[in-house]
Antibody
Framework: QVQLVQSGAEVKKPGASVKISCKAS????????MHWVRQAPGQRLECVGW????????KYSQKFQDRVTIAKDSSARTVYMELSGLRYEDTSIYYC??????????????WGQGTLVTVSS | DIEMTQSPSSLSASVGDRVTIACRAS??????LNWYQQKPGTAPKVLIYVASTLQGGVPSRFSGSGSGTDFTLTISSLQLEDFATYFC??????????FGQGTKVEIK
């Protein structure tokens, strides 16, 4: 069955960087794009960016453009998201989510369990 | 960015009630609208995609309707396991996509 397993919780100081991993199993890795979505406490879900797992092309939300890098290791079936210059307001749960995109439909069908990133001095 | 606005932000209902949640887009998104359910401490789960298509395994008491800018999620007869937060998401524009702020369904 499809599974997305993320790395564990992180506590970082302001200005630091964090790198989160998302290991996929149960499907052909290169066939589905992977998105990163975050959720601050009590806030709406917010898309950070995504990667085409076939060719490695990435696209980032303008809000995070200067601070985020999404990459993949196909041999390890793993996608990574690194966020630099952390601020207190980056404290959130970060999810990876697989996207179904075909025949006029696009939606997230599988999600990782979430990784809590806490920015604290 | 396309803004998504849900109403209400929260509601209280009883088991067996019919519940309706609205989602409005800031511009025409045709039918590129998805609904997710999220329970505390868990990731969201897709219920409905392209406005009205039920994801496999989702109970038929859930339904979606609408097109253009106005959409609705309806739960025909609320069950205990339906108490959760519901989000709409537009996928009309190129990603990254945007979500509504969520509607929390609580027990009356």
């Amino acid at each position: 069955q499809v599974q997305l397993v993320q790395s564990g919780a992180e506590v970082k100081k302001p200005g630091a960087s964090v790198k989160i991993s998302c290991k996929a199993s149960g499907y052909l890795f290169s066939s589905y794009a992977m998105h990163w979505v975050r959720q601050a406490p009590g806030q709406r879900l917010e898309c950070v960016g995504w990667i085409n797992a076939a060719n490695g092309n990435t696209k980032y939300s303008q809000k995070f453009q200067d601070r985020v890098t999404i990459a993949k290791d196909s041999s390890a079936r793993t996608v990574y998201m690194e966020l630099s210059g952390l601020r207190y307001e980056d404290t959130s749960i970060y999810y990876c989510a697989r996207v179904v995109a075909s025949r006029g439909r696009s939606y997230f069908d599988y999600w990782g369990q979430g990784t809590l990133v806490t920015v604290s001095s | 960015d396309i803004e998504m606005t849900q109403s209400p932000s929260s509601l209280s209902a009883s088991v067996g009630d019919r519940v309706t949640i609205a989602c409005r887009a800031s511009q025409n998104i045709t039918n590129y609208l998805n609904w997710y359910q999220q329970k505390p401490g868990t990731a969201p789960k897709v219920l409905i995609y392209v406005a009205s298509t039920l994801q496999g395994g989702v109970p038929s008491r859930f339904s979606g309707s609408g097109s253009g800018t106005d959409f609705t999620l309806t739960i025909s007869s609320l069950q205990l396991e339906d108490f959760a937060t519901y989000f709409c998401q537009q996928t009309y524009s190129p990603p990254p996509w945007t979500f509504g702020q969520g509607t929390k369904v609580e027990i009356k």
